[in-house]
Each structure stands twice: as C-alpha cells, then as structure tokens.
C-alpha cells in the first residue's frame, strides 16, 4: 500500500513536471528547459538526434528560431513510473509581424505524441518525438 501511495506521488509530480516543461517550450524559454534537463539527456524526432544538454538546447534554440510563435496544447498525459507520454497539438506560426494576428494565414498544427524518460532526480533524460 505504502508503495503504491509512493508511485502516485512520483506520478504526481512528474507530471507537473510534463506541465512546466511544456508551458517553458510554448514561452521559447531555454533557461528553463535547461534546469529540467538530465545533463545525458537524448533527444530524437523526426529531424535528427541529439545527446547531451548543450545540443539539445541548441536543438530548441533551432525550432524556436524558426516560429514566431510555438504554442504545446496538452491533450493528454500518461505516467508510468520513470516513463511518461504526452499527446499534444503543437500550434505553429512561422512568419508575420503580429503573433495575435497572424493565424489564419501562417498556421500550423501538428498532432504530436512524446515520449519520456525521467531520472531518479525527476530530470528528463530522454524525450523522443512522433509526428502523427
């Protein structure tokens, strides 16, 4: 009973974790992104692979680069111990001038599904991502 209490706690507050990491990713912020990261973490998508902190977070510099407005809708989460899936929209623009304003005609949504891997310390240290 007391280890089942424990791994609802652990689910708990990785997911709040899924949460911060995706409201840091939809607000560009790096600095963030970083803290939550394993210093090994791996990360793949349908674009390439990337090992360790420093490349991942240039991988998200890259994507963010390239948006003028990248925003995770939440669809889903699933939390099984160490391991979570997030299915999300992923709400892109990618050019214009207004953000607010620019919608209709640079959109783009892409349905994504996540995969991660969490540490002992709840760090990411993997996340693998599959474009629907």
């Not at 973490?41 to 420093?54: A, K, M, R, V």
């Amino acid at each position: 009973m007391k280890l089942e209490k424990e791994m609802r706690m652990n689910n708990a507050m990785i997911e709040n974790v899924l949460r911060d990491y995706f409201e840091a990713f939809s607000n560009k912020d790096v600095d963030t992104l970083e803290t939550m990261f394993a210093k090994d973490i791996q990360l793949t998508d349908s674009f390439g692979h990337w090992s360790g902190i420093e490349d991942v977070i240039e991988a998200n510099k890259t994507i963010f680069k390239n948006c003028l407005r990248i925003t995770a809708i939440i669809d889903d989460l699933v939390v099984d111990d160490d391991s979570a899936c997030a299915v999300i929209d992923i709400e892109i623009i990618t050019q214009g001038s207004d953000p607010t304003n620019d919608f209709r005609e640079n959109h783009t949504t892409l349905k994504v599904i996540d995969y991660f891997v969490f540490n002992q310390a709840n760090e990411i240290c993997v996340i693998s991502a599959y474009k629907q």
